[in-house]
């Protein structure tokens, strides 16, 4: 697929024949009920009252570093262990675990490819039982390169060495749905793209091929050259 960083991303193929490693910890990103439901073997829950590691429910930013590191270490993730993240919501939500230990300073960590969609079309083992990992060490160490500003962005507008990309559906993006805020619509000059539009329609839910996912981008001006902003 000629994916620029294939690394970032893990193969259920791979994942079958590595369940048993002890450096990986398998993190299911999704709902807890949805893990007591049934998940990958081996597989730890979050355990966090929010799913995207905010601090409390509802609120908008990352928790801190300190209340990060507690949480990963809990769920048995030290500085080096290797993790694969998977969810079923086409990886919004394994790509937000991974997001947030790149902003910690954690690199070892692959979004399943296709997530638990694939797992299951392609007979993949489950269970029910739940995974009770023993408490690791974790160490949070800020990446400010990992995450942008408002004001940072607000001097990217404009600028031709700059392109801010909206990932969010159409209706939040046209603002006729306001989630609950205040002010509904994008940031001036913005160009959207929703997050789905990258992932397969089919019953896999796998990343698009590289090429493909390439010429979308470029159709938005978002180019190699560009410093880019995602919302």
Excluded at 144 to 162: E, F, I, K, M, N
Excluded at 175 to 201: F, I, K, S, Y
Aim: contains cysteine.
């Amino acid at each position: 697929m000629a994916y620029a960083r294939p690394e970032l991303l893990a193969e259920t193929s791979w994942l079958v024949e590595h369940l048993n490693d002890p450096g990986l910890r398998i993190v299911d990103a999704d709902n807890p009920l949805s893990y007591a439901r049934a998940h990958i073997p081996g597989a730890v829950a979050h355990l966090t009252e929010n799913v995207y590691l905010k601090t409390k429910h509802g609120e908008t930013f990352l928790m801190d570093g300190d209340q990060f590191a507690a949480t990963m270490s809990a769920m048995g993730i030290g500085n080096e262990t290797e993790v694969v993240v998977y969810d079923s919501q086409r990886s919004l939500l394994a790509a937000r675990f991974w997001w947030a230990l790149h902003r910690y300073g954690h690199r070892r960590c692959r979004v399943l490819n296709g997530g638990w969609h694939k797992w299951l079309v392609e007979g993949r083992p489950i269970t029910m039982s739940p995974t009770k990992p023993p408490t690791a060490s974790f160490a949070s160490r800020q990446d400010d390169s990992q995450h942008a500003t408002c004001d940072l962005v607000l001097a990217a507008v404009g600028h031709d060495d700059s392109v801010v990309l909206d990932v969010r559906n159409e209706t939040e993006w046209n603002g006729t749905n306001t989630r609950g805020n205040q002010r509904a619509g994008h940031v001036p000059g913005a160009v959207h793209l929703e997050w789905t539009e990258l992932m397969t329609a089919d019953d896999r839910k796998v990343f698009k091929p590289a090429e493909e996912m390439r010429a979308m981008f470029e159709s938005r001006g978002v180019t190699p050259d560009k410093n880019v902003f995602v919302y």
